[in-house]
Protein backbone atom coordinates (compact mmCIF):
# COMPACT_ATOMS: atom_id res chain seq x y z
CA UNK A 1 0.00 0.00 0.00
CA UNK A 2 3.13 2.46 0.29
CA UNK A 3 6.34 2.38 -1.18
CA UNK A 4 8.77 0.41 0.90
CA UNK A 5 10.62 -2.83 1.25
CA UNK A 6 11.79 -4.78 3.97
CA UNK A 7 15.13 -3.92 4.20
CA UNK A 8 14.33 0.10 3.75
CA UNK A 9 12.44 -0.46 7.13
CA UNK A 10 15.14 -2.45 9.16
CA UNK A 11 17.36 0.43 7.80
CA UNK A 12 15.41 2.98 9.55
CA UNK A 13 13.80 1.82 12.17
CA UNK A 14 15.55 -1.85 12.85
CA UNK A 15 12.37 -3.40 13.04
CA UNK A 16 11.78 -6.62 11.55
CA UNK A 17 8.38 -7.78 12.36
CA UNK A 18 5.56 -7.11 14.60
CA UNK A 19 2.69 -8.62 16.14
CA UNK A 20 -0.92 -7.55 15.18
CA UNK A 21 -3.88 -8.11 17.03
CA UNK A 22 -6.41 -10.45 15.46
CA UNK A 23 -9.50 -8.32 14.66
CA UNK A 24 -11.43 -10.38 18.23
CA UNK A 25 -8.79 -9.01 20.30
CA UNK A 26 -8.90 -5.44 22.19
CA UNK A 27 -6.21 -3.63 24.61
CA UNK A 28 -8.11 -4.99 27.45
CA UNK A 29 -7.87 -8.43 25.72
CA UNK A 30 -4.18 -8.09 25.78
CA UNK A 31 -4.33 -6.27 29.20
CA UNK A 32 -5.95 -9.23 30.79
CA UNK A 33 -3.55 -12.20 29.86
CA UNK A 34 -0.20 -9.88 30.95
CA UNK A 35 -2.08 -9.49 34.16
CA UNK A 36 -2.24 -13.10 34.47
CA UNK A 37 1.07 -13.63 33.35
CA UNK A 38 2.26 -11.23 36.32
CA UNK A 39 0.08 -12.65 39.11
CA UNK A 40 1.05 -15.87 37.87
CA UNK A 41 4.75 -15.38 38.04
CA UNK A 42 4.71 -13.71 41.61
CA UNK A 43 2.06 -16.59 42.57
CA UNK A 44 -0.89 -14.19 44.10
CA UNK A 45 -4.37 -14.31 42.99
CA UNK A 46 -5.95 -10.85 41.79
CA UNK A 47 -7.98 -10.42 45.15
CA UNK A 48 -4.94 -9.55 46.69
CA UNK A 49 -4.28 -6.22 43.97
CA UNK A 50 -5.52 -3.19 45.96
CA UNK A 51 -4.76 -1.16 42.06
CA UNK A 52 -4.66 -1.46 38.60
CA UNK A 53 -3.06 1.49 36.45
CA UNK A 54 -3.71 0.63 32.99
CA UNK A 55 -1.30 2.97 30.61
CA UNK A 56 -2.91 2.88 27.29
CA UNK A 57 -3.28 5.38 23.98
CA UNK A 58 -6.02 2.69 22.51
CA UNK A 59 -8.54 1.62 25.13
CA UNK A 60 -11.39 -0.23 24.30
CA UNK A 61 -13.86 2.82 23.84
CA UNK A 62 -13.52 6.35 25.99
CA UNK A 63 -15.31 5.00 29.31
CA UNK A 64 -15.43 2.79 30.98
CA UNK A 65 -11.44 3.06 31.56
CA UNK A 66 -9.92 -0.08 30.18
CA UNK A 67 -8.58 -0.54 34.02
CA UNK A 68 -12.46 -1.25 34.67
CA UNK A 69 -12.68 -3.86 32.35
CA UNK A 70 -9.72 -5.49 33.65
CA UNK A 71 -10.51 -5.53 36.77
CA UNK A 72 -13.60 -7.21 36.55
CA UNK A 73 -12.21 -9.91 33.86
CA UNK A 74 -9.18 -11.11 36.26
CA UNK A 75 -11.86 -11.21 39.20
CA UNK A 76 -9.60 -8.60 41.54
CA UNK A 77 -12.43 -7.59 44.04
CA UNK A 78 -12.08 -4.45 45.71
CA UNK A 79 -9.35 -2.88 44.03
CA UNK A 80 -9.41 0.57 42.66
CA UNK A 81 -7.98 1.77 39.53
CA UNK A 82 -7.62 3.89 36.79
CA UNK A 83 -6.39 4.45 32.77
CA UNK A 84 -3.27 6.88 32.39
CA UNK A 85 -2.52 8.62 29.14
CA UNK A 86 1.00 9.56 28.48
CA UNK A 87 1.51 7.80 24.94
CA UNK A 88 4.96 6.04 24.73
CA UNK A 89 6.13 7.56 28.64
CA UNK A 90 2.60 5.57 29.54
CA UNK A 91 4.67 2.79 31.60
CA UNK A 92 7.10 5.40 32.88
CA UNK A 93 4.35 7.41 34.50
CA UNK A 94 2.25 4.40 35.58
CA UNK A 95 5.44 3.11 37.51
CA UNK A 96 6.54 6.48 39.01
CA UNK A 97 2.72 6.57 40.12
CA UNK A 98 2.95 2.68 41.79
CA UNK A 99 5.83 3.24 43.41
CA UNK A 100 4.24 6.45 44.72
CA UNK A 101 0.43 5.14 45.94
CA UNK A 102 2.78 1.78 47.73
CA UNK A 103 4.98 4.59 49.10
CA UNK A 104 2.04 5.57 51.13
CA UNK A 105 1.10 3.03 52.70
CA UNK A 106 -1.35 2.33 51.10
CA UNK A 107 -2.26 0.21 48.77
CA UNK A 108 0.29 -2.43 48.94
CA UNK A 109 -0.53 -3.97 45.62
CA UNK A 110 -0.81 -1.64 42.57
CA UNK A 111 -0.24 -4.10 38.91
CA UNK A 112 0.76 -1.62 36.04
CA UNK A 113 -0.26 -2.66 32.79
CA UNK A 114 1.06 -0.93 29.62
CA UNK A 115 -0.67 -2.05 26.73
CA UNK A 116 -1.94 -0.70 22.90
CA UNK A 117 -3.45 -1.62 19.85
CA UNK A 118 -2.10 0.52 17.67
CA UNK A 119 -2.71 -1.19 14.64
CA UNK A 120 -6.39 -0.11 15.07
CA UNK A 121 -5.40 3.76 14.06
CA UNK A 122 -2.61 3.43 11.62
CA UNK A 123 -3.20 4.78 8.04
CA UNK A 124 -1.33 2.30 6.03
CA UNK A 125 -1.31 4.36 3.47
CA UNK A 126 1.17 6.77 5.81
CA UNK A 127 4.10 5.56 5.01
CA UNK A 128 5.92 7.63 7.66
CA UNK A 129 3.95 5.67 10.77
CA UNK A 130 1.94 2.86 9.40
CA UNK A 131 6.10 0.64 9.29
CA UNK A 132 6.54 2.16 13.00
CA UNK A 133 3.58 0.40 15.59
CA UNK A 134 2.77 -3.05 16.57
CA UNK A 135 0.50 -4.54 19.34
CA UNK A 136 1.26 -5.65 22.77
CA UNK A 137 1.04 -5.74 26.26
CA UNK A 138 2.86 -6.05 29.53
CA UNK A 139 2.29 -5.84 33.36
CA UNK A 140 4.45 -5.01 36.72
CA UNK A 141 3.63 -5.70 39.95
CA UNK A 142 4.49 -3.18 42.07
CA UNK A 143 4.12 -3.78 45.76
CA UNK A 144 5.50 -3.38 49.51
CA UNK A 145 8.84 -4.05 50.10
CA UNK A 146 10.82 -5.77 53.01
CA UNK A 147 13.44 -3.56 54.60
CA UNK A 148 16.76 -3.46 52.74
CA UNK A 149 14.69 -4.97 49.69
CA UNK A 150 13.58 -1.37 48.25
CA UNK A 151 13.18 -1.33 44.68
CA UNK A 152 12.37 2.85 43.57
CA UNK A 153 14.63 4.71 43.65
CA UNK A 154 13.67 7.70 41.77
CA UNK A 155 12.18 9.16 39.00
CA UNK A 156 12.50 12.42 36.88
CA UNK A 157 9.43 13.07 34.31
CA UNK A 158 8.17 15.95 32.74
CA UNK A 159 6.15 17.43 29.70
CA UNK A 160 5.95 19.63 26.94
CA UNK A 161 2.82 20.76 25.30
CA UNK A 162 4.61 22.76 22.68
CA UNK A 163 5.03 19.61 20.79
CA UNK A 164 1.65 18.41 20.82
CA UNK A 165 1.22 18.57 17.17
CA UNK A 166 4.30 17.07 16.23
CA UNK A 167 2.38 13.56 16.95
CA UNK A 168 -1.27 13.02 17.48
CA UNK A 169 -4.87 11.42 16.73
CA UNK A 170 -6.35 14.68 15.69
CA UNK A 171 -10.13 13.51 15.92
CA UNK A 172 -11.99 11.50 18.04
CA UNK A 173 -12.34 13.71 20.99
CA UNK A 174 -14.26 16.56 22.15
CA UNK A 175 -12.10 19.10 19.46
CA UNK A 176 -12.84 16.92 16.31
CA UNK A 177 -15.71 14.30 17.26
CA UNK A 178 -15.99 11.59 15.49
CA UNK A 179 -18.10 12.51 11.20
CA UNK A 180 -18.18 11.76 7.95
CA UNK A 181 -14.74 14.21 7.47
CA UNK A 182 -12.78 13.23 9.72
CA UNK A 183 -13.01 9.38 9.15
CA UNK A 184 -12.60 10.17 5.30
CA UNK A 185 -10.05 12.59 5.82
CA UNK A 186 -8.21 9.53 7.97
CA UNK A 187 -8.32 11.97 11.33
CA UNK A 188 -8.68 8.90 13.46
CA UNK A 189 -4.84 7.92 12.76
CA UNK A 190 -1.85 8.26 14.04
CA UNK A 191 0.08 11.61 12.11
CA UNK A 192 3.51 12.16 12.97
CA UNK A 193 6.37 14.86 12.14
CA UNK A 194 9.32 12.15 12.31
CA UNK A 195 12.52 14.59 12.23
CA UNK A 196 10.94 16.48 15.37
CA UNK A 197 9.96 13.83 17.09
CA UNK A 198 13.45 11.79 16.10
CA UNK A 199 15.43 15.01 17.57
CA UNK A 200 13.90 15.78 20.59
CA UNK A 201 13.56 12.15 21.76
CA UNK A 202 17.12 11.68 21.47
CA UNK A 203 18.04 14.86 23.13
CA UNK A 204 14.87 14.29 26.17
CA UNK A 205 15.84 10.83 26.78
CA UNK A 206 19.72 11.16 27.48
CA UNK A 207 19.12 14.41 29.09
CA UNK A 208 16.55 12.96 31.37
CA UNK A 209 18.09 9.96 31.96
CA UNK A 210 21.49 11.46 32.57
CA UNK A 211 19.86 14.16 34.97
CA UNK A 212 17.95 11.41 37.10
CA UNK A 213 21.51 9.27 37.91
CA UNK A 214 23.58 13.09 38.77
CA UNK A 215 21.09 13.81 40.77
CA UNK A 216 21.31 9.91 42.74
CA UNK A 217 25.41 10.47 42.36
CA UNK A 218 26.04 7.74 39.96
CA UNK A 219 26.96 7.48 36.60
CA UNK A 220 26.66 5.05 34.05
CA UNK A 221 29.13 2.84 34.94
CA UNK A 222 26.76 2.02 37.97
CA UNK A 223 24.11 1.15 35.51
CA UNK A 224 23.57 -2.61 35.08
CA UNK A 225 20.97 -2.20 32.37
CA UNK A 226 19.12 1.08 30.34
CA UNK A 227 15.69 0.05 28.98
CA UNK A 228 14.91 2.78 26.59
CA UNK A 229 11.41 3.35 24.85
CA UNK A 230 11.45 1.17 21.68
CA UNK A 231 10.41 3.52 19.03
CA UNK A 232 13.29 3.08 16.22
CA UNK A 233 16.62 1.48 16.77
CA UNK A 234 18.18 5.01 15.58
CA UNK A 235 16.85 6.76 18.30
CA UNK A 236 18.15 4.42 20.85
CA UNK A 237 21.51 4.13 19.12
CA UNK A 238 21.51 8.01 19.60
CA UNK A 239 20.97 7.98 23.39
CA UNK A 240 23.11 5.38 24.14
CA UNK A 241 26.10 7.25 22.35
CA UNK A 242 24.78 10.87 24.43
CA UNK A 243 25.20 9.04 27.60
CA UNK A 244 28.30 7.05 26.84
CA UNK A 245 26.48 3.42 27.76
CA UNK A 246 27.98 0.22 26.10
CA UNK A 247 25.20 -1.03 24.08
CA UNK A 248 25.72 -4.43 26.13
CA UNK A 249 24.07 -2.50 28.76
CA UNK A 250 21.40 -1.58 26.56
CA UNK A 251 18.24 -3.54 25.99
CA UNK A 252 17.29 -3.29 22.03
CA UNK A 253 13.99 -5.75 20.92
CA UNK A 254 12.50 -3.30 18.75
CA UNK A 255 13.26 -5.98 15.74
CA UNK A 256 10.74 -8.22 17.18
CA UNK A 257 8.07 -6.44 18.34
CA UNK A 258 7.96 -2.84 16.29
CA UNK A 259 7.14 0.18 18.56
CA UNK A 260 4.16 -1.20 20.48
CA UNK A 261 3.86 2.66 22.71
CA UNK A 262 2.85 1.66 26.44
CA UNK A 263 3.68 -1.71 25.98
CA UNK A 264 7.77 -1.51 24.91
CA UNK A 265 9.07 -1.27 28.23
CA UNK A 266 6.98 -4.07 29.92
CA UNK A 267 8.19 -6.44 27.02
CA UNK A 268 11.69 -5.33 26.97
CA UNK A 269 12.08 -6.12 30.62
CA UNK A 270 10.70 -9.61 30.17
CA UNK A 271 13.17 -10.37 27.47
CA UNK A 272 16.28 -9.18 29.30
CA UNK A 273 15.48 -11.04 32.37
CA UNK A 274 14.19 -14.13 30.04
CA UNK A 275 18.00 -13.37 28.70
CA UNK A 276 19.84 -13.12 32.55
CA UNK A 277 20.12 -9.57 31.43
CA UNK A 278 18.37 -8.21 34.27
CA UNK A 279 18.89 -9.81 37.69
CA UNK A 280 17.74 -9.29 41.16
CA UNK A 281 19.33 -6.51 42.63
CA UNK A 282 20.21 -4.69 39.53
CA UNK A 283 20.34 -1.24 38.84
CA UNK A 284 18.26 -0.12 35.86
CA UNK A 285 16.75 2.81 34.11
CA UNK A 286 13.78 3.03 32.22
CA UNK A 287 13.25 5.63 29.51
CA UNK A 288 10.99 7.26 27.26
CA UNK A 289 9.67 9.86 25.35
CA UNK A 290 6.19 9.96 23.56
CA UNK A 291 3.47 12.04 22.41
CA UNK A 292 2.42 15.44 24.15
CA UNK A 293 5.48 15.54 24.12
CA UNK A 294 5.28 13.11 27.40
CA UNK A 295 9.27 12.99 29.13
CA UNK A 296 10.20 10.32 31.63
CA UNK A 297 12.81 8.29 33.54
CA UNK A 298 12.64 5.68 36.70
CA UNK A 299 15.53 5.17 38.55
CA UNK A 300 15.27 1.13 40.32
CA UNK A 301 17.43 -1.47 42.17
CA UNK A 302 15.41 -4.67 40.39
CA UNK A 303 13.80 -6.83 42.38
CA UNK A 304 12.23 -10.17 41.50
Same mark, same amino acid.
Not at 143 to 166: H, K, R, V, W
Not at 249 to 261: A, D, S
Given at each position: ????S??W?????? @?R??? #????E???????V??A???????????????? @? #????????????????????? %?G?????????????????????T????V????????????????????? +??D????I???DGAG??????????Q?G??????? %????????L?? &??????????????????????Q?G??????????? /????????E???????? %????V??????? %?????????GI??????I??HE +???TT???? &???TR????????????L??? /???? /????????L?????
Amino acid at each position: MVETSDQWIVDRTG @IRQRH #IAPPEMATSDMAVEAAKIALEARGIPATDLHA @I #IVCTVTPDMMFPSTACLVQDR %IGAKGAFGFDLVAACSGFVYGLTTAAHLVASGEPKKVLVIGADTMSRILN +YEDRSTCILFGDGAGAFLVETAEEGQEGFIDYLNE %IDGSGGDALKM &PAGGSRLPASHETVDQKLHCVHQEGNHVFKYAVSKM /AETSRLLLERNGLSVED %IDLFVPHQANRR %IILAVAERLGIPLEKVLINIHE +YGNTTAATI &PLATRDAVAQGRLKNGDLVVF /AAVG /AGYTVGANLWRWRF
